[in-house]
T-cell receptor, first 115, second 112 residues
Framework: SQTIHQWPATLVQPVGSPLSLECTVE??????LYWYRQAAGRGLQLLFYSVGIGQISSEVPQNLSASRPQDRQFILSSKKLLLSDSGFYLCAWRSRTGGDNSPLHFGNGTRLTVT | GEDVEQSLFLSVREGDSSVINCTYT??????LYWYKQEPGAGLQLLTYIFSNMDMKQDQRLTVLLNKKDKHLSLRIADTQTGDSAIYFCADRGRTGGFKTIFGAGTRLFVKA
């Protein structure tokens, strides 16, 4: 069966520090991968998605970047965090072979607090 | 861009039915989903419905789709305290570039 791992679960970082959040998927090949941010009391905002190694699409201009160095690894980064980067970050994957009805499958999320 | 809207809160008594409503704007929606998020966790897929269906039932869950009004609802029968969570409606359609668009989530409170 497929599983998705996301770490760390919580992170407190000072303003101006770098960020690296990692997500890996097991049990499937060539998935579509996604990073979402959930701000308190608000819905999910799609930040980045990737359809293959090295292929990253950005949905919103921001202080963050994403990379996909391996097929099942997706990394969210920042060189210098801002207070506004605080939030709950969710990684998700979707099968590319499961047809149009393939849903998103989410990791357990990372709670980031920038102080 | 396309949008999905939900009411933010719903409170019910244990044993009653809960109905969570959602409206969407994408006229070319293909699939609509309901996800559940428990505190501090990721989103868990509850159920989904294809846009050419009116209803789908899965144990205590009933999904109703009114495509004409672009209205989706999730009914939870015999609501339990373990059902307390945030429920997200999501839409995936051609107009939205086949991206999954989420509503802001409805927080369901179940009173014992």
């Amino acid at each position: 069966s497929q599983t998705i791992h996301q770490w760390p679960a919580t992170l407190v970082q000072p303003v101006g520090s770098p960020l690296s959040l990692e997500c890996t998927v097991e049990g499937t090949s060539n998935p579509n991968l996604y990073w979402y941010r959930q701000a308190a009391g608000r819905g999910l905002q799609l930040l980045f998605y990737s359809v293959g190694i090295g292929q990253i699409s950005s949905e919103v201009p921001q202080n963050l970047s994403a990379s996909r160095p391996q097929d099942r690894q997706f990394i969210l980064s920042s060189k210098k965090l801002l207070l506004s980067d605080s939030g709950f970050y969710l990684c998700a994957w979707r099968s590319r072979t499961g047809g149009d009805n393939s849903p998103l499958h989410f990791g357990n999320g990372t709670r980031l607090t920038v102080t | 861009g396309e949008d999905v809207e939900q009411s933010l809160f719903l409170s019910v008594r244990e044993g009653d039915s809960s109905v969570i409503n959602c409206t969407y704007t994408d006229s070319s929606s293909t699939y609509l989903y309901w996800y559940k998020q428990e505190p501090g966790a990721g989103l868990q897929l509850l159920t989904y419905i294809f846009s050419n269906m009116d209803m789908k039932q899965d144990q205590r869950l009933t999904v109703l789709l009114n495509k004409k009004d672009k209205h989706l609802s999730l009914r939870i029968a015999d609501t339990q305290t373990g059902d307390s969570a945030i429920y997200f409606c999501a839409d995936r359609g051609r107009t939205g570039g086949f991206k999954t668009i989420f509503g802001a989530g409805t927080r369901l409170f179940v009173k014992a």
